[in-house]
């Protein structure tokens, strides 16, 4: 134990024990809206320390995963060669040689994004609407994906990588939560949000609807030609085009029964826009879609009452409800449409119903709520804030625009909660005219969740039902976020991509924060990452990165369908979509493996290490608690 602090010893300690327990350019078109800004990069250089640990080879710090032949029309995958640290000095402040041996971590935590649970036998899924919303939008349509049948069992295989990485590979200190930042399902249907709490909270899982024994979607109807066959793929693009493999029996086993573990953490979530408006674009509210949710009649083509269907709510008026309400009576089995058993656990939810849900969730892993209160009921919000150890604020957001379209933006409402939330830990910080204010209050360094980024807020869409709003951008968040030194970094999703964003301070060399935009568990990569916060001790501070594939083999070889080979499939299937490209995705080197350094905004010295040394032993402590199965499952 000689030349070991009795944290660092602890840490180790830690560490070991876990270690045992379309047309190419029409789809470039319909991307560009999603992708980051282009920034500079600032210097980059392999960070030192943090790639040795037995826990590596669980991360992409050991082994990636990459196409076996990128020239195939149709590949396999393989396993790739890791990916080290980067160091990025963006914001203008390089970290110390010798910081290896004085960090500290002040938290690590997990997150994932856009597990876009489906269930793809639901009417409401509605595969040829959403074509025709895309071919309205002038987009290319990401419906109909041939993994779709599979996202619980990609869910439940994220859950496994998260949970094999319990203690930091940089530092050994105990994953203190894990965050999803939305689109939690695809299609606000109330099923699509069962499933995936049960995936995380580690209940059983019936990943099915409509009747047991008979799959009941495009995938199995011969006329979808637009979507892959599983059983027999010869006469659909996917088979014909692409050379899309048959996989017979694959339908039936992702309706199967499964046992989730559920993860080893507590974990937050904040909504995205799938989970607030339909097919996370379109207005309607939740009530007006249930006899189509709920009824027997699914759209397998477009047909003139799928434009009816689709109009009103491309087009929102006062008369959305009336012209709605027109079309169920005449939604009957017949050309382009397919009867199907109805279900009524498929209904739409409401945001407030949706924190309903998540309140209902046991204490392990918890907390209960995942973020949200009774207080969000009884207020009718949709965001919230709390500590995590001595020295943390954790902020999440509601960034979506509730009326319709895909992006999103702040109401004045949420903005001036917001702003008071970072006064409340912040003992300097800038008015709005850019003069400093000080005063007499305990500084929390602010980590931010939300599910839009930066360059995918601008959506000012209103409510043609309610009053006016005022609505704030992206930019303008940034430039609040700016005001307020104790940000360091904003965590999200939304562009399915892996992507990391300085933000300088306009006002202190060194300082600002990093944006961090992780990709999807849907399309490829399907990776999920792994943050630390480190104290440099030297006036800095770093936020290592570090991207984590979902736990499935490579390989899709095998016998039977687990669930491991099953979310094998679904990650092979993703990665050679061809109106999805799969490297605007993955990001560069510098979107993934990371040291990202920011100037600290107050004294860290202020923060014990036993103050520290008791928040990650609590931590530590929380997998030994006994798990219990929510009743009635």
């Known amino acids: 134990m000689s030349g070991l ?9 830690a560490l070991l024990g876990g270690a045992f327990g379309l047309a190419p350019t029409a789809v470039a078109d319909a991307l560009a809206p999603l992708q980051a800004p282009v920034r500079g990069r600032g210097p980059r250089r392999e960070a030192d320390g943090g790639s040795g640990g037995p826990l590596d080879a669980r991360t992409t710090l050991a082994a990636t995963i990459a196409k076996a032949d990128p020239t195939a029309l149709y590949s396999g995958l393989r396993a790739a060669a890791g990916e080290p640290f980067l160091v990025r000095t963006d914001l203008g402040v390089g970290p110390g040689a010798g910081r290896a041996r004085a960090r500290r971590s002040l938290l690590y935590f997990g997150q994932m994004s856009d597990t876009h649970i489906i269930d793809t036998q639901s009417p409401a899924r ?26 619980t069992q990609v869910l439940e295989q994220m859950v496994r990588a998260l949970n094999a990485v319990p203690t930091s590979p940089v530092t050994g200190a105990p994953c203190a939560f894990t965050a999803v930042t939305g689109d939690l399902t695809d299609t606000r249907n109330s099923l699509e949000l069962r499933w995936l709490i049960d995936v995380l909270d580690g209940a059983p899982v019936v990943a099915n609807s ?6 009941q979607s495009v995938q199995a109807y011969p006329e979808c030609t637009y979507a892959w066959h599983p059983d027999d793929p010869s006469g659909d693009i996917f088979g014909q085009g692409y050379g899309y493999p048959a996989h017979p029996g694959l339908l039936g ?20 826009n799938h989970d607030s408006v339909f097919i ?22 477009v047909v003139p009452l799928a434009s009816e269907l689709i109009l009103p709510m491309f087009e929102p008026s006062p008369s959305t409800p009336q012209a709605l309400e027109a079309v169920w009576p005449r939604m009957q089995p017949g050309p382009g449409i397919r009867g199907v058993a109805p279900d009524v656990r498929r209904r739409q939810f409401s945001t407030q119903e949706t924190i309903s849900m998540l309140l209902a969730s046991p204490d392990v892993p918890g907390p209960v709520g995942h973020g949200f209160t009774p207080a969000n009921l009884e207020q009718g919000t949709s965001w919230w804030a709390h500590d995590a150890g001595p020295a943390i604020r954790l902020i999440g957001l509601d960034t979506n625009n509730h009326t319709s379209g895909a992006d999103g933006s702040i109401p004045e409402v949420q903005w001036q909660w917001l702003e008071a939330q970072l006064r409340a830990v912040s003992s300097r910080y800038y008015d ?32 043609p039902l309610g009053p006016p709003l005022v609505l704030h951008t992206g930019d303008e968040l940034v430039a609040l976020l700016l005001r307020f030194p104790n940000v360091v970094m904003w965590v999200n999703g939304h562009t399915h991509a892996n992507t990391i964003l300085p933000h300088p301070s306009p006002r202190d060399p060194g300082a600002g924060f990093w944006e961090i935009n992780t990709p999807s568990c849907i399309d490829w990569p399907q990776q999920g990452r792994l943050l630390d916060l480190v104290d440099n001790g030297d ?47 993955y990001g560069a080197p510098e979107d993934r493996n990371t040291e990202l350094v920011v100037k600290a905004p107050f004294d860290l010295s202020r923060l014990s290490d ?7 032993m609590e931590r530590a402590a929380l997998p030994l608690r006994p798990r219990r199965v929510p009743a009635g499952v």
């Open 210 to 215: 409509g009747l047991f024994d008979q799959y």
């Open 253 to 272: 086993a992702a309706a199967y029964p499964f046992a989730s573990p559920g993860l080893r953490t507590p974990w937050y979530a904040v909504s995205g």
């Open 610 to 616: 036993a103050a520290l040394e008791a928040a990650e």
């Open 126 to 151: 509605a595969e040829e609407l959403v074509y025709l919303v895309g071919f309205l939008g002038g987009l290319v349509s990401n419906s109909c994906r041939p993994q779709e049948p599979l996202t």
């Open 5 to 13: 602090s009795r944290r660092q010893f602890l840490q180790r300690s």
């Open 432 to 463: 709005p005219t850019g003069q400093l204010v000080t005063q007499a209050v305990a500084d929390k360094l602010v980590i931010v969740f939300s599910h839009h980024t930066s360059w995918t807020m601008d959506n000012l869409a209103q409510d």
């Open 280 to 301: 996370g674009v379109l207005y309607a509210e939740p009530d007006w879609l249930d006899p189509l949710a709920l009824g027997g009649n699914k759209f397998t083509e």
């Open 539 to 585: 006036g800095t501070l770093s936020v290592f990165t570090i991207t984590t594939n979902q736990a499935a083999d490579p390989s899709t070889g095998g016998s039977g369908y687990g669930t491991g080979r099953l979310a094998s499939i679904s990650r092979e299937l993703a990665a050679n979509l061809w109106y999805i490209p799969g490297e605007p995705l």
